[in-house]
C-alpha cells in the first residue's frame, strides 16, 4: 500500500486529492479486495475509501499547457509553499501539489479558490468557514489542515497533508461495482469521521 512517507516522491504514485470537507483514511480491518489507499504515517490507519466527488486528473494536458493555463503554477505562497503541480480541479476550486520551501521532500495538497469565485463574498467566506472548522478536527478520517492564507491576490488556500493512493471514484471506474462487505465497510469510514 502506498505511503505517505517522502520517500514516495520518487515513486510514481498518482496523488488523490480530495475536498477537504472529509477524507476517509481509516479502516476497520482488512479489505476483502486491495485498496491502494493512503496510509496516514502518525495514524497507521489505511484509507478505506476516498469520496467518490475525487478531483479530475490532469495527466491529458501537457505540463507547458497547464503553466500557460494557471499563473499560480511555480508561486510561492507565503515563502512556504511552493506550488508545483495541478492536481485537480472542482466547482469552487484549485488543487495543487505543493512542496515545503524549507524541507526538502515535504509534499502539501494546496486547494486555493478559484479566481473567478472571488467576487461571490459568500463563497469565500464559507471556505475560510469550512476550512477552519475542518481543521478543528482530529480524526483519522478527516483530512488534516495544517495552514490557511490568502494568495496575493486575495484568493483563501488551505494547506492540507498529500495523499497517495486510489480514489473511490478510480475504483468504481475500473470495478463498476464493490461487493456488500467493501460498500458497508466504505460508508462505515465516511460516517465515522463525520
Excluded: W
Excluded at 511552493?82 to 480541479?89: A, D, H, I, P
Excluded at 521532500?105 to 478559484?114: D, E, F, T
Aim: aromatic fraction near 6%.
Amino acid at each position: 500500500m502506498p505511503s505517505k512517507s517522502p520517500s514516495d516522491k520518487t515513486s510514481g504514485e498518482k496523488p488523490t486529492v480530495v475536498d477537504g470537507s472529509s477524507n476517509p483514511k481509516a479502516s476497520e480491518g482488512p479489505l476483502s479486495s486491495p485498496l491502494s489507499a493512503p496510509q496516514s504515517s502518525k495514524r497507521g490507519a489505511p484509507a478505506s475509501a476516498q469520496p467518490a466527488a475525487a478531483y479530475q486528473n490532469f495527466d491529458s494536458y501537457d505540463s507547458e499547457e497547464v503553466e500557460m493555463l494557471d499563473e499560480l503554477l511555480g508561486a510561492t505562497l507565503h515563502d512556504t509553499y511552493r506550488l508545483v503541480g495541478l492536481l485537480g480541479e472542482g466547482g469552487m476550486s484549485r488543487v495543487y501539489e505543493g512542496q515545503h520551501t524549507r524541507i526538502e521532500g515535504k509534499r502539501y495538497a494546496i486547494k486555493v479558490l478559484r479566481a473567478d469565485m472571488v467576487s461571490h463574498g459568500e463563497v469565500a467566506r464559507r471556505f475560510r468557514r469550512e476550512a477552519k472548522a475542518v481543521a478543528s478536527v482530529s480524526h483519522p478520517n478527516v483530512l488534516d489542515i495544517y495552514d490557511i492564507g490568502e494568495t496575493p491576490d486575495g484568493r483563501p488556500y488551505l494547506v492540507t497533508e498529500f495523499l497517495t493512493g486510489e480514489s473511490l471514484g478510480d475504483r468504481l471506474d475500473r470495478e463498476r461495482v464493490l461487493s456488500v462487505s467493501m460498500a458497508a465497510h466504505v460508508v462505515r469510514s465516511v460516517c465515522a469521521g463525520v
